[in-house]
Protein backbone atom coordinates (compact mmCIF):
# COMPACT_ATOMS: atom_id res chain seq x y z
CA UNK A 1 0.00 0.00 0.00
CA UNK A 2 1.15 3.26 -0.80
CA UNK A 3 1.99 5.43 2.22
CA UNK A 4 3.73 7.93 4.20
CA UNK A 5 4.29 6.88 7.22
CA UNK A 6 4.98 8.78 10.55
CA UNK A 7 6.42 8.45 14.21
CA UNK A 8 5.52 8.89 16.50
CA UNK A 9 1.77 9.93 16.32
CA UNK A 10 1.80 11.41 19.53
CA UNK A 11 4.89 12.92 21.76
CA UNK A 12 4.77 14.31 25.61
CA UNK A 13 7.98 15.59 26.20
CA UNK A 14 10.02 19.07 28.11
CA UNK A 15 11.71 22.20 26.74
CA UNK A 16 15.60 21.68 25.77
CA UNK A 17 14.80 17.89 24.91
CA UNK A 18 16.58 16.84 21.69
CA UNK A 19 13.58 14.78 19.31
CA UNK A 20 13.25 13.45 16.35
CA UNK A 21 9.87 12.73 14.26
CA UNK A 22 10.39 10.49 11.96
CA UNK A 23 9.06 10.24 8.31
CA UNK A 24 9.24 7.50 5.07
CA UNK A 25 7.30 6.96 1.84
CA UNK A 26 7.53 4.12 -0.38
CA UNK A 27 6.26 5.59 -3.56
CA UNK A 28 9.88 6.55 -4.78
CA UNK A 29 8.65 10.58 -4.31
CA UNK A 30 11.67 12.79 -5.04
CA UNK A 31 9.88 15.49 -3.20
CA UNK A 32 9.24 15.51 0.78
CA UNK A 33 7.96 18.05 3.08
CA UNK A 34 7.49 18.77 6.74
CA UNK A 35 4.30 21.20 7.79
CA UNK A 36 2.63 22.34 11.20
CA UNK A 37 -0.86 22.70 11.66
CA UNK A 38 -1.65 25.41 14.20
CA UNK A 39 -5.72 26.69 15.22
CA UNK A 40 -6.22 29.18 12.69
CA UNK A 41 -3.09 29.32 10.83
CA UNK A 42 -3.85 26.24 8.72
CA UNK A 43 -1.04 24.74 7.11
CA UNK A 44 3.16 26.15 7.15
CA UNK A 45 5.67 24.70 5.36
CA UNK A 46 8.58 24.30 7.79
CA UNK A 47 11.37 22.71 5.52
CA UNK A 48 11.13 20.81 2.01
CA UNK A 49 13.44 18.49 0.05
CA UNK A 50 13.61 17.83 -3.82
CA UNK A 51 15.64 15.33 -3.80
CA UNK A 52 18.80 13.48 -1.73
CA UNK A 53 20.55 15.43 -0.34
CA UNK A 54 18.70 18.60 -1.27
CA UNK A 55 16.72 19.96 1.58
CA UNK A 56 15.43 24.12 2.08
CA UNK A 57 13.58 26.46 4.23
CA UNK A 58 9.70 27.06 4.20
CA UNK A 59 7.89 29.07 5.61
CA UNK A 60 8.78 28.55 9.38
CA UNK A 61 11.85 26.56 9.51
CA UNK A 62 13.17 28.10 12.89
CA UNK A 63 14.33 25.84 15.44
CA UNK A 64 13.89 22.81 13.01
CA UNK A 65 16.53 20.49 11.21
CA UNK A 66 16.11 18.24 8.26
CA UNK A 67 18.07 15.90 6.12
CA UNK A 68 17.49 13.81 3.50
CA UNK A 69 20.08 10.97 3.26
CA UNK A 70 17.90 8.34 1.48
CA UNK A 71 15.11 9.31 -0.46
CA UNK A 72 12.19 7.37 1.33
CA UNK A 73 13.36 8.97 4.68
CA UNK A 74 13.01 12.83 5.71
CA UNK A 75 13.19 13.03 9.35
CA UNK A 76 12.54 16.16 11.53
CA UNK A 77 14.63 16.94 14.22
CA UNK A 78 13.74 19.44 17.33
CA UNK A 79 17.60 20.26 18.44
CA UNK A 80 15.63 22.19 21.46
CA UNK A 81 12.09 21.77 21.46
CA UNK A 82 10.51 24.84 22.97
CA UNK A 83 6.48 25.28 24.28
CA UNK A 84 5.79 27.17 21.00
CA UNK A 85 6.34 24.47 18.79
CA UNK A 86 3.59 22.47 20.17
CA UNK A 87 1.90 21.37 17.11
CA UNK A 88 0.33 19.10 14.92
CA UNK A 89 2.72 17.75 12.10
CA UNK A 90 2.72 16.77 8.86
CA UNK A 91 5.03 14.79 6.38
CA UNK A 92 3.99 14.62 2.92
CA UNK A 93 5.48 13.57 -0.32
CA UNK A 94 5.29 13.86 -3.86
CA UNK A 95 6.64 13.57 -7.55
CA UNK A 96 8.02 17.07 -9.55
CA UNK A 97 5.71 18.19 -12.31
CA UNK A 98 2.56 15.75 -11.57
CA UNK A 99 0.06 17.90 -11.03
CA UNK A 100 1.60 18.60 -7.24
CA UNK A 101 -0.59 16.55 -5.69
CA UNK A 102 1.34 15.67 -2.67
CA UNK A 103 0.55 12.64 -0.45
CA UNK A 104 0.45 13.11 3.25
CA UNK A 105 1.17 11.23 6.50
CA UNK A 106 -1.38 10.92 9.68
CA UNK A 107 0.64 13.66 11.55
CA UNK A 108 2.46 13.79 14.87
CA UNK A 109 0.75 15.50 17.70
CA UNK A 110 3.46 17.12 19.76
CA UNK A 111 3.25 18.87 22.89
CA UNK A 112 6.31 20.75 24.62
CA UNK A 113 5.83 21.43 28.15
CA UNK B 1 1.20 38.18 4.11
CA UNK B 2 -1.68 35.18 3.57
CA UNK B 3 -1.10 34.28 -0.43
CA UNK B 4 -4.28 32.11 0.01
CA UNK B 5 -6.99 33.17 2.32
CA UNK B 6 -10.46 30.74 3.30
CA UNK B 7 -12.08 33.76 4.82
CA UNK B 8 -14.82 31.17 6.18
CA UNK B 9 -13.68 29.33 8.92
CA UNK B 10 -16.94 27.33 8.71
CA UNK B 11 -19.89 25.93 6.43
CA UNK B 12 -23.14 24.28 7.61
CA UNK B 13 -25.39 22.45 5.00
CA UNK B 14 -28.01 19.96 4.79
CA UNK B 15 -27.55 16.81 3.24
CA UNK B 16 -28.49 16.88 -0.40
CA UNK B 17 -27.85 20.28 -1.18
CA UNK B 18 -25.03 22.30 -2.62
CA UNK B 19 -21.84 23.10 -0.82
CA UNK B 20 -19.43 25.77 -2.01
CA UNK B 21 -16.70 26.26 -0.43
CA UNK B 22 -14.73 29.73 -1.25
CA UNK B 23 -11.02 30.59 -2.06
CA UNK B 24 -9.05 33.95 -2.96
CA UNK B 25 -5.18 34.49 -4.13
CA UNK B 26 -3.36 37.20 -3.63
CA UNK B 27 -0.74 36.38 -5.83
CA UNK B 28 -0.78 36.23 -9.51
CA UNK B 29 1.74 33.81 -10.09
CA UNK B 30 0.33 30.73 -8.92
CA UNK B 31 -0.95 28.57 -11.91
CA UNK B 32 -1.65 25.74 -10.35
CA UNK B 33 -3.90 25.33 -7.35
CA UNK B 34 -5.86 22.18 -5.21
CA UNK B 35 -8.12 21.48 -2.87
CA UNK B 36 -7.52 18.79 -0.17
CA UNK B 37 -9.94 16.85 1.81
CA UNK B 38 -8.61 16.46 6.40
CA UNK B 39 -10.66 14.51 8.58
CA UNK B 40 -9.74 14.80 12.09
CA UNK B 41 -6.69 12.20 13.21
CA UNK B 42 -5.98 11.89 9.76
CA UNK B 43 -3.58 13.68 7.38
CA UNK B 44 -5.00 16.08 4.71
CA UNK B 45 -6.03 14.01 1.41
CA UNK B 46 -5.85 15.41 -2.22
CA UNK B 47 -9.41 15.67 -3.42
CA UNK B 48 -9.52 17.43 -7.07
CA UNK B 49 -7.11 20.33 -8.63
CA UNK B 50 -7.42 22.75 -11.20
CA UNK B 51 -4.90 24.29 -13.83
CA UNK B 52 -4.72 28.23 -14.52
CA UNK B 53 -5.19 27.24 -18.19
CA UNK B 54 -8.92 26.14 -17.23
CA UNK B 55 -11.48 27.75 -15.15
CA UNK B 56 -13.60 24.56 -14.48
CA UNK B 57 -12.49 21.08 -13.47
CA UNK B 58 -15.31 18.24 -12.47
CA UNK B 59 -14.76 14.99 -10.71
CA UNK B 60 -18.10 13.17 -9.39
CA UNK B 61 -19.61 15.10 -7.00
CA UNK B 62 -16.78 17.74 -6.60
CA UNK B 63 -16.58 20.65 -9.39
CA UNK B 64 -13.64 23.12 -9.00
CA UNK B 65 -14.41 26.80 -10.49
CA UNK B 66 -11.39 28.70 -11.28
CA UNK B 67 -12.19 32.92 -12.01
CA UNK B 68 -8.27 34.26 -12.32
CA UNK B 69 -9.52 38.04 -13.05
CA UNK B 70 -10.89 37.64 -9.98
CA UNK B 71 -8.62 35.55 -8.25
CA UNK B 72 -10.82 33.44 -6.78
CA UNK B 73 -12.22 29.76 -7.16
CA UNK B 74 -14.41 27.77 -5.43
CA UNK B 75 -15.28 24.12 -4.85
CA UNK B 76 -18.75 23.02 -5.03
CA UNK B 77 -19.88 19.95 -3.64
CA UNK B 78 -23.52 18.48 -5.01
CA UNK B 79 -25.17 16.52 -3.41
CA UNK B 80 -23.71 16.89 0.18
CA UNK B 81 -23.33 14.08 2.00
CA UNK B 82 -22.61 13.40 5.76
CA UNK B 83 -19.38 11.68 5.17
CA UNK B 84 -18.21 15.17 3.33
CA UNK B 85 -17.91 16.47 6.61
CA UNK B 86 -14.74 17.48 7.17
CA UNK B 87 -11.88 20.35 6.71
CA UNK B 88 -11.27 21.64 3.67
CA UNK B 89 -8.02 23.15 2.37
CA UNK B 90 -7.25 25.36 -0.46
CA UNK B 91 -3.81 25.08 -1.92
CA UNK B 92 -1.94 27.24 -5.06
CA UNK B 93 1.50 27.14 -6.18
CA UNK B 94 3.45 28.45 -9.11
CA UNK B 95 5.97 27.61 -12.00
CA UNK B 96 6.12 24.03 -11.59
CA UNK B 97 7.54 24.27 -8.30
CA UNK B 98 6.46 21.83 -5.69
CA UNK B 99 5.82 24.26 -2.72
CA UNK B 100 2.02 24.46 -1.97
CA UNK B 101 1.08 27.56 -0.04
CA UNK B 102 -2.44 26.49 1.96
CA UNK B 103 -5.05 28.73 3.46
CA UNK B 104 -6.42 28.33 6.55
CA UNK B 105 -9.50 25.35 6.01
CA UNK B 106 -13.06 25.94 6.00
CA UNK B 107 -14.64 23.33 8.33
CA UNK B 108 -17.66 21.63 6.56
CA UNK B 109 -20.40 20.25 8.27
CA UNK B 110 -23.20 18.54 6.30
CA UNK B 111 -26.50 17.88 8.81
CA UNK B 112 -28.58 14.33 7.77
Known amino acids: EAQVTQNPRYLITVTGKKLTVTCSQN?????MSWYRQDPGLGLRQIYYSMNVEVTDKGDVPEGYKVSRKEKRNFPLILESPSPNQTSLYFC????????????FGPGTRLTVL | DQQVKQNSPSLSVQEGRISILNCDYTNSMFDYFLWYKKYPAEGPTFLIS?????DKNEDGRFTVFLNKSAKHLSLHIVPSQPGDSAVYFCAASQGGSEKLVFGKGTKLTVNP
Open chain 1, 92 to 103: ASGRPMRNNEQF
Open chain 1, 27 to 31: MNHEY
Open chain 2, 50 to 54: ISSIK
